[in-house]
């Protein structure tokens, strides 16, 4: 066994709120924290902790728990910069852009895909992530979905079937015949290599009739349940995600009173993705301030994926949920963490307790503050 003592955090946040007396974030001033084997043994007070392996001292800097990033696209071929710079130039973001990734990727070998999926998971972790979720979808044939899916699990377990992300080309006049091989054929193949099945309802994608019947077969096959909804204007795909008891609603920037009503009775964690809003310059972005007061559990998530939002920095996110979406520097971050972690049903992460995941990040600052109010600045990073 091995044994260490992170001594002279200035803060730590726990997201425990039996410890500290700071609300949700349960913060601890001056503490320490020992790590066995990679998992938390002790949390206390600076210098108290009994001897260990290692001391590392952080000179007063905030640690909390790893970022979650509960929503990425990961696995790709191909950049689209130049669609970027055209929407820049005023050109409106379709669904449908989706198809130029789909054939760099059906293209890609796993070698070449592995490579770039790590070199991205990796920039990942040197800004403080500590678990990814990746989705297929940019496949949309079976080998290809396969592919993604066999290449994610190399890199996470936390891995989601997007088998409906759009219809592909060769579909086109045969959107029945498409659910019928993502329910059929395409499930069959995908789901050992995944834990959720996920669809994305919008105009120019999945109405909420499909996305209903490929989640019930999804569910069916023991995978839980996702939904892309409500990105690009108001839509059922929230009311779905609820009804169906869905572990998550994945970006909701176009909500009613009664979507939000729903969010919060239903459990189903609205997971935000401002980055994605950001890069297609969304006139607006998700209320999360509504959301947070409402009682929904609210995620945060960078949605990394080359069409509309290629950053792997959920400090990034946290700066634009607090700038955008109006939550505070303390709400971002439970939600980039704890939030984040709910969404993907794990107790193990996104918060710092005894018997907890050693996952930890620390932001070279005096407090979690700095993550949002120092915007773009490399603060945080693994410890
Ligand atoms: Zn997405």
Known sequence: MTSVTYDNIGELV???????????????????????????????????????????????????????????????????????????????????????????????SVEALLASATKRLEEARRQGTGLVEIKSGYGLDVATEVKMLQVARQLTDETTFLGAHVVPTEFADDHRGYVDLVTGEMLDACAPYAKWIDVFVEDGAFDAEAAREILLAGEAKGLGLRVHANQLRPGPGVQLAC?????????????????????????????????????????????????????????LATDCNPGTSYT?????????????????????????????ARSLRRDDVGHLAVDATAALTVVDAPSHLHLAYRAAVPLAGPL
């Open 243 to 299: 009804e169906l008891g869905a572990a998550s609603a994945d970006h909701c920037t176009h909500l009613s009173d009664a979507d939000i009503t729903a969010l919060a009775e239903a459990g189903t964690v609205a997971t935000l993705v401002p980055g994605a809003d950001f890069s297609t310059r969304s006139p607006v972005y998700p209320d999360g301030r509504r959301l947070w007061d409402a009682g929904a559990t609210v995620a």
């Open 14 to 108: 726990t997201n425990d709120p039996t410890q500290g007396g700071e609300s949700f974030l349960g913060l601890l001033h001056d503490a320490a924290v020992v790590v066995e084997d990679g998992v938390i043994a002790w949390i206390g007070e600076a210098g108290g902790a009994s001897a260990t392996d290692e001391r590392v001292d952080l000179e007063g800097r905030c640690v909390l728990p790893s970022f979650v990033d509960s929503h990425t696209h990961l696995v790709f071929d191909g950049d689209r910069a130049e669609e970027f710079a055209a929407r820049m130039a005023g050109e409106p973001y379709a669904a449908g852009g989706i198809r130029t990734t789909v054939a760099a990727t059906r293209a890609a």
């Open 312 to 340: 792997t920095s959920m400090p990034f996110v946290i700066a634009l949920a607090v700038r955008e979406c109006h939550l505070t520097p303390g709400e971002a971050v439970w939600a980039a963490t704890a939030g984040a």
